[in-house]
């Protein structure tokens, strides 16, 4: 079903922009194979597309409508516009908003502490969960520091999750 629902959702976005550019996009491949923090991934050059399934049937129909809108906008921007625009600039975000309908995001907001790959949780100044790999977290223990996006305070490790508490 969901792979299935995914090539449904690329087909619909890519006849949208077929429409409003007058030119054909071949469909792309896709892959049901990332995994971790990273929702989907795009490369233009070999016309591929890959997704996180554990975030795919987490958050499914938010998922279908945004990720793969934003996924596919990566196609379809260097192919009108050229490789030189930049991934997350104004043709990217002129093919979600106006062409797609969907607005443009650079970054999900899923909740991947039930992924089970990021068992680390960390809290910063504004007092928010952060979620760091096994690597992040020895590279923290070794002394880097990782900072929170929003207060841009230092991140401080608080606690393991068990097994039971995610997945």
Not at 26 to 54: H, I, K, M, Y
Not at 74 to 80: G, T
Request: charged share 20%.
């Amino acid at each position: 079903m969901p792979y299935q629902a995914i090539a449904q959702r690329i087909n619909s976005l890519l006849k949208q922009a077929e429409t409003h550019y007058q030119c054909y996009f071949a469909f792309p491949e896709f892959f049901l194979d990332l995994r971790g923090s990273v929702a989907g991934q795009a490369n233009w050059q070999t016309n591929t597309l890959r997704f996180n399934p554990a975030l795919l049937q987490q958050h499914t129909e938010h998922f279908l409508k945004h990720t793969i809108a934003h996924e596919v906008a990566h196609l379809v921007a260097p192919n009108v516009y050229g490789q030189r625009i930049k991934p997350h600039g104004r043709e990217w975000r002129f093919v979600m908003e106006s062409v797609f309908g969907v607005t443009a995001s650079r970054c999900h907001r899923y909740d991947i502490s039930k992924t089970g790959h990021y068992p680390y949780v960390y809290s910063c100044a504004c007092e928010r969960p952060h979620f760091l790999s096994a690597i992040r977290h020895k590279r923290s223990l070794r002394g880097t520091d990782y900072l929170c996006q929003k207060c841009r305070a230092t991140l401080r490790f608080t606690h393991k999750l068990n097994a039971e508490n995610y997945g």
